[in-house]
């Protein structure tokens, strides 16, 4: 971590936690707490797995929020299969175009878990 | 001799029909691919009809479940897809006015409306105990309002009386989203509390000044669709607000209007003069049962609603058969699938099962009883099947496990069970009213296994109801009941 950077909220042990319930995961995190407002209540977290197909979306954040609730923050999460991700990171909308300038990876499955 | 059938009869016998077509048509369009800012409209209509109708209190439960699983499609295209965007079209409103470009003027102000339905969406989805108020993204939608509010004022400023009507559209909807809000649960606000009512009021005022403009009064008056959505939103307003109710729908005949105006009409009538709404009905009805199948789908989808909104008011209680069709195109075989997952299942019929192996289930409550039988599941992943097993039961909850399985290397299924220990079922055999607990799962996931985990038997309707769907929906369900799940569980050193 360099210096003058914030410690990203929740521990990696903590994202390893969703590949009990998703194969294959991604984690990006965006959004307030990157902004340095080290008093953001929530974390910002896209989830890409293909394990989303065919679950409909309330399910899907409902899941991931059940394996990550008892962090110290709250977590907001967007939870994607691959294909919506790579849609979103193709559109030219303001806000995709905001989230790709911020998204930064901080979790992705190991090859062990596949 | 058959008696004649009343006014709710007719009703009934019309939102059937109606409201299969238009759950095809939903499906259909939400598989479509591409969706235009007005088909997605459309769809969001749609979403609200149905959570209406899903408010009724008795229905099927297939069709119950097949509902549901449209209004969460619905939400993730109109939510998740569209406000997603954090409710920019709010904060480009604004600078498209100031651009002065018609066309995109108009097509902002769209994007508006169908955030705004994403928000309403959003408060039914709450009310359902199915999402939560306070995410980022809403809170985007208070913080973006004040610019939409601007945008709304700069329009009408350019005096382009081309644009009243879109304007006034837009801040009525706005009126509407903000009034829900306020109104709904103090429990299911949390953060919106203040904000709401706040953003209320100022759109109030701002409403009640353009309305007094002689350019803006003749597009209202000469628009009973809009007309009426205005007195509907002042009534409410004044309504909660504790105010006097003043506001009243002007003598109009929209008899000789098309149907999407006229029914958007009836439905603004029928929150406040229930008589007239009764009697517009009831004059209608001949015809909506002869054309309305042959309508365009947001027609189809107000007649829903304005149908669905007779039925509430006259306090409708009997159960609704909607008889939706939907298949899923799984390839489950149970047969293969059991063995593969419960430890010793091929040994059940061959394992002698004593009076003292049931007296000794039927004394498991369901914490003990899910513990047990989460030992005996082979296959999954241990800790997940761990913390199901001992996961707090909570209103978002639809299956007591929910355990994800790779059935192929290119999928995800759920394996959905949901438990009944003696001490829940106090009949001899589980009744047929649990029928929904079953089958609610597929509401969530495409691709899922159902296995229902019950100590005493189900009942004989139950069995025959879970066979019904198995065989009409094509939803692999399975059952371990009563002396199989004793047997099973002492295979696996259980009991």
């Given at each position: 971590?360099l210096?003058?950077?914030?410690?990203?909220?929740?521990?990696?042990e903590?994202?390893?936690?969703?590949?009990?319930?998703?194969?294959?995961?991604?984690?990006?995190?965006f959004?307030?707490?990157?902004?340095?407002?080290?008093?953001?209540?929530?974390?910002?977290?896209?989830?890409?797995?293909?394990?989303?197909?065919?679950?409909?979306?309330?399910?899907?954040?409902?899941?991931?929020?059940?394996?990550?609730?008892?962090?110290?923050?709250?977590?907001?999460?967007?939870?994607?299969?691959?294909?919506?991700?790579?849609?979103?990171?193709?559109?030219?909308?303001?806000?995709?175009?905001?989230?790709?300038?911020?998204?930064?990876?901080?979790?992705?499955?190991n090859?062990?878990n596949? | 001799?058959?008696?004649?059938?009343?006014?709710?009869?007719?009703?009934?016998?019309?939102?059937?029909?109606?409201?299969?077509?238009?759950?095809?048509?939903?499906?259909?369009?939400?598989?479509?691919?591409?969706?235009?800012?007005?088909?997605?409209?459309?769809?969001?209509?749609?979403?609200?009809?149905?959570?209406?109708?899903?408010?009724?209190?008795?229905?099927?439960?297939?069709?119950r479940?097949?509902?549901?699983?449209?209004?969460?499609?619905?939400?993730?295209?109109?939510?998740?897809?569209?406000?997603?965007?954090?409710?920019?079209?709010?904060?480009?409103?604004?600078?498209?006015?100031?651009?002065?470009?018609?066309?995109?003027?108009?097509?902002?102000?769209?994007?508006?409306?169908?955030?705004?339905?994403?928000?309403?969406?959003?408060?039914?989805?709450?009310?359902?105990?199915?999402?939560?108020?306070?995410?980022?993204t809403?809170?985007?939608?208070?913080?973006?309002?004040?610019?939409l509010?601007?945008?709304?004022?700069?329009?009408?400023?350019?005096?382009?009386?081309?644009?009243?009507?879109?304007?006034?559209?837009?801040?009525?909807?706005?009126?509407?989203?903000?009034?829900?809000?306020?109104?709904?649960?103090?429990?299911?606000?949390?953060?919106?509390?203040?904000e709401?009512?706040?953003l209320l009021?100022?759109?109030?005022?701002?409403?009640?000044?353009?309305?007094?403009?002689?350019d803006?009064?003749?597009?209202?008056?000469?628009?009973?669709?809009?007309?009426?959505?205005?007195?509907?939103?002042?009534r409410?307003?004044?309504?909660?607000?504790?105010?006097?109710?003043?506001?009243?729908?002007?003598?109009?005949?929209?008899?000789?209007?098309?149907?999407?105006?006229?029914?958007?009409?009836?439905?603004?009538?029928?929150?406040?003069?229930?008589?007239?709404?009764?009697?517009?009905?009831?004059?209608?009805?001949?015809?909506?049962?002869?054309y309305?199948?042959?309508?365009?789908?947001?027609?189809?989808?107000?007649?829903?609603s304005?149908?669905?909104?007779?039925?509430?008011?006259?306090?409708?209680?009997?159960?609704l058969?909607?008889?939706?069709?939907?298949r899923?195109?799984?390839?489950?075989?149970?047969?293969?699938?059991?063995?593969?997952?419960?430890?010793?299942?091929?040994?059940?019929?061959?394992?002698?099962?004593?009076?003292?192996?049931?007296?000794?289930?039927?004394?498991?409550?369901?914490?003990?009883?899910?513990?047990?039988?989460?030992?005996?599941i082979?296959?999954?992943?241990?800790?997940?099947?761990?913390?199901?097993?001992?996961?707090?039961?909570?209103?978002?909850?639809?299956?007591?496990?929910?355990?994800?399985?790779?059935?192929?290397?290119?999928?995800?299924?759920?394996?959905?069970?949901?438990?009944?220990?003696?001490?829940?079922?106090?009949?001899?055999?589980v009744?047929i009213?649990?029928?929904?607990?079953?089958?609610?799962?597929?509401?969530?996931?495409?691709?899922?296994?159902?296995?229902?985990?019950?100590?005493?038997?189900?009942?004989?309707?139950?069995?025959?109801?879970?066979?019904?769907?198995?065989?009409?929906?094509?939803?692999?369900?399975?059952?371990?009941?009563?002396?199989?799940?004793?047997?099973?569980?002492?295979?696996?050193?259980?009991?």
């Open positions: 971590m210096k003058g950077e914030i410690e990203f909220p929740i521990q990696s903590n994202l390893r936690l969703l590949t009990h319930i998703l194969h294959h995961v991604k984690v990006y995190t959004g307030s707490w990157q902004l340095k407002k080290l008093k953001a209540k929530d974390v910002d977290i896209v989830v890409v797995s293909p394990d989303f197909a065919g679950v409909v979306n309330v399910k899907r954040v409902e899941l991931v929020r059940r394996v990550l609730e008892n962090q110290r923050v709250r977590i907001d999460p967007i939870c994607l299969t691959q294909e919506e991700f790579l849609k979103l990171s193709l559109s030219s909308s303001k806000f995709a175009v905001t989230l790709k300038s911020r998204l930064s990876l901080v979790y992705e499955t090859a062990d596949d | 001799m058959k008696p004649m059938p009343t006014m709710i009869d007719r009703v009934v016998d019309l939102i059937t029909p109606i409201t299969q077509q238009i759950v095809a048509q939903g499906y259909d369009e939400l598989g479509s691919g591409y969706l235009s800012v007005k088909h997605r409209e459309t769809l969001g209509l749609l979403a609200l009809s149905l959570h209406d109708l899903l408010m009724l209190p008795s229905m099927q439960h297939v069709d479940v097949l509902l549901e699983k449209l209004l969460y499609k619905i939400f993730q295209v109109i939510y998740d897809e569209e406000a997603l965007s954090y409710f920019s079209s709010f904060y480009y409103s604004l600078k498209k006015v100031g651009r002065g470009d018609i066309n995109e003027i108009q097509h902002e102000f769209a994007k508006s409306n169908l955030d705004i339905l994403a928000i309403r969406l959003k408060l039914r989805l709450v009310q359902m105990g199915r999402a939560r108020f306070g995410d980022s809403d809170r985007y939608f208070f913080s973006n309002l004040d610019r509010l601007r945008g709304i004022n700069a329009l009408f400023q350019k005096h382009n009386t081309q644009l009243y009507q879109l304007g006034l559209y837009t801040l009525l909807n706005l009126h509407q989203s903000l009034l829900e809000l306020a109104g709904a649960d103090e429990a299911l606000r949390v953060y919106s509390i203040g709401s009512t706040y009021q100022r759109s109030h005022e701002r409403l009640e000044a353009l309305i007094t403009w002689p803006v009064k003749s597009v209202y008056e000469d628009n009973p669709q809009l007309g009426f959505f205005l007195i509907d939103q002042q409410k307003y004044q309504e909660i607000m504790g105010q006097l109710v003043t506001a009243t729908f002007p003598k109009i005949d929209i008899a000789d209007r098309p149907w999407t105006p006229q029914l958007w009409a009836i439905r603004s009538l029928g929150f406040h003069t229930p008589a007239l709404f009764g009697q517009l009905i009831e004059e209608n009805l001949p015809v909506w049962h002869k309305a199948s042959e309508w365009e789908l947001r027609a189809q989808v107000l007649l829903l304005v149908l669905t909104h007779y039925l509430q008011q006259n306090n409708y209680q009997s159960m058969h909607l008889d939706l069709s939907y899923s195109q799984d390839q489950i075989d149970l047969d293969t699938f059991m063995p593969m997952y419960f430890s010793h299942y091929q040994d059940i019929p061959k394992t002698q099962v004593e009076q003292e192996d049931m007296n000794r289930l039927f004394s498991f409550d369901d914490p003990e009883l899910r513990k047990r039988f989460g030992n005996s082979t296959n999954i992943d241990q800790v997940v099947v761990h913390r199901e097993a001992r996961k707090p039961h909570g209103v978002a909850e639809i299956a007591d496990m929910e355990l994800p399985i790779r059935l192929n290397p290119n999928r995800t299924y759920y394996l959905c069970i949901p438990f009944k220990s003696a001490a829940e079922i106090r009949t001899d055999t009744p009213s649990y029928a929904y607990q079953i089958t609610r799962p597929f509401s969530f996931f495409d691709n899922c296994v159902v296995v229902f985990v019950t100590a005493k038997r189900c009942s004989q309707p139950l069995l025959n109801d879970i066979k019904q769907v198995r065989e009409k929906h094509n939803w692999p369900i399975a059952v371990i009941e009563h002396n199989e799940l004793a047997a099973l569980l002492k295979l696996n050193g259980q009991l």
